[in-house]
């Protein structure tokens, strides 16, 4: 497909743009823009101008932008063959839990014991199903947190007596629950 050539000004529009251009004020293009009004008198406070701008084309992608804070990486504490078959899901998890619909007081006991009677048994990979929260927006001017669950179990693991057996905690693959579940690697028995 070719493109048009431009059709050019006829003579009224020619002269219709000059009468424009004689009455424009052309824009100053260093870093300040002073207005400056005979009728107000001195200038007007200066206005800074963008120092650069990026260049853009028109279909352009835009850049992506980072709308929630990523997640924390944490050191790998044990085998990385083993964290990255976690990881991938291909481990399957000696034991589970399922946190849905309980309330904290109801969840951390549970957890608590689950995790310690895993490791007592000689359990490796426990998945702790936390869910992905509800959305409570009550349209009030504070955001409310979804996932209470979510948040507060991975706080949990870290405190006593949960961190002496705990070694590794991440994110469960897909098709154990993906975001809305976590896999917990316990240390080897003494």
Known sequence: MSRRKPRGLNHEEKELWSRVTETAIPIRTSQTLFVD???QGPAVAPKKLPTKLEPFSIGQKAK???TAMPAPQTPIAMDK???GKMKRGKISPDAKIDLHGMTQEQAHPALVSTILNAHAAGKRLVLVVTGKGKVRDDGGPIPVRTGILKH???QWLRQAPLNA???QTNQASQNHG???ALYVYLRRRR
Do not use: C, D, R
């Open 81 to 83: 063959k083993a964290f």
């Open 152 to 154: 507060a179990v991975p």
């Open 64 to 66: 992506p932008t980072q």
């Open 178 to 180: 993906g975001s809305g």
């Open 165 to 167: 057996v705990v070694l």
């Open 37 to 39: 009004t005979p009728a």
